[in-house]
């Protein structure tokens, strides 16, 4: 008998008889598979999560709705979001965080009131959608807090990303867009932006930070975009509209089909 043979053999020997031989259990398990209900909810079909991230005035939410207009045109539920204020608290805590002059805020405890935002918001809104099998595209997200309240403000990046390692928080995005563009255009655009849509007061403070700031945030974000290349794709966002939107469908056609211009008549 060879080694091999041997093997087998002893193998065999180690089973229940009844599976060994074939008998009544193996028979009634070929009939009757007994399939985990963790892999069942696994195979069913969840949303895909994508994020958008840039500095302010990187034309992050006209992308969100044009991109959203894609799929939903092409029959694929997607639903857009944002943080912070994606959620019913959220809503609340918006106008504390972006407003100017409403109330000091230690950037520690700023960055409790984004995790607090965040935790609400996945809750209530992400993670249903995504289990009910739409996508959801969303403006800002984790990344948002490891640029501005790690890489800007100066807190540990260490503790962001651990207490993000508690549910529902560890939730990481199927794919990260990042606009990226030079600090002095984006703030140019969403100062004009604020003062047209007369939110320069409502959302104006981080508008009001330095230059340095915000090239702090945008060495930040292309940081962690090179860090972590299988997730981020990295988008010029100095171009048109139009082109930009080209881009994005692109870059995204891998995960959603319908995006591929490829397929279009
Ligand atoms: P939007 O204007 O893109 O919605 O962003 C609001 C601000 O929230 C943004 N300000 N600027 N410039 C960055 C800030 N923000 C954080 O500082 N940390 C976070 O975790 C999130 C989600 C947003």
């Known amino acids: 008998m060879s080694p091999h043979d041997d093997t087998f053999d002893s193998r065999a020997r180690d089973l229940p008889p009844a599976v060994a031989s074939g008998g009544p259990l193996e028979s009634a398990m070929r009939v009757e598979p007994r399939v985990d209900p963790r892999l069942l909810a696994a195979s069913r079909r969840w949303g895909l999560f994508v994020t958008f991230e840039g500095i302010e005035g990187s034309?992050?939410?006209?992308?969100?709705?044009?991109?959203?207009?894609?799929?939903?045109?092409?029959?694929?539920?997607?639903?857009?979001?944002?943080?912070?204020?994606?959620?019913?608290?959220?809503?609340?805590?918006?106008?504390?965080?972006?407003?100017?002059?409403?109330?000091?805020?230690?950037?520690?405890?700023?960055?409790?009131?984004?995790v607090a935002d965040r935790v609400q918001h996945l809750r209530e809104v992400v993670e249903p959608a995504l289990a009910s099998g739409t996508h959801v595209l969303c403006d800002r997200y984790l990344d948002a807090t490891l640029a501005y309240q790690g890489y800007a403000r100066g807190l540990d990046l260490e503790l962001i990303r651990t207490l993000h390692r508690t549910p529902p928080l560890d939730r990481r995005p199927?794919?990260?867009?990042?606009?990226?563009?030079?600090?002095?255009?984006?703030?140019?655009?969403?100062?004009?932006?604020?003062?047209?849509?007369?939110?320069?007061?409502?959302?104006?403070?981080?508008?009001?930070?330095?230059?340095?700031?915000?090239?702090?945030?945008?060495?930040?974000?292309?940081?962690?975009?090179?860090?972590?290349?299988?997730?981020?794709?990295?988008?010029?966002?100095?171009?048109?509209?139009e082109e930009i939107e080209a881009r994005v469908a692109d870059l995204l056609s891998d995960l959603f089909p319908s995006l591929d211009s490829e397929d279009e008549p």
């Open 59 to 114: 034309g992050k939410s006209t992308q969100i709705a044009r991109l959203a207009d894609r799929l939903l045109a092409a029959g694929d539920p997607a639903l857009t979001t944002r943080e912070p204020g994606g959620s019913a608290l959220g809503r609340t805590l918006r106008p504390l965080l972006l407003g100017v002059g409403i109330a000091p805020i230690e950037p520690l405890a700023e960055l409790l009131l984004y």
């Open 174 to 241: 199927d794919r990260t867009i990042l606009l990226d563009l030079e600090p002095e255009l984006g703030l140019d655009r969403a100062r004009r932006r604020n003062d047209d849509l007369g939110l320069a007061l409502a959302e104006g403070r981080y508008e009001r930070e330095a230059l340095d700031f915000h090239r702090r945030v945008r060495d930040g974000y292309l940081a962690l975009a090179e860090a972590e290349p299988f997730r981020f794709r990295i988008v010029a966002a100095e171009a048109s509209a």
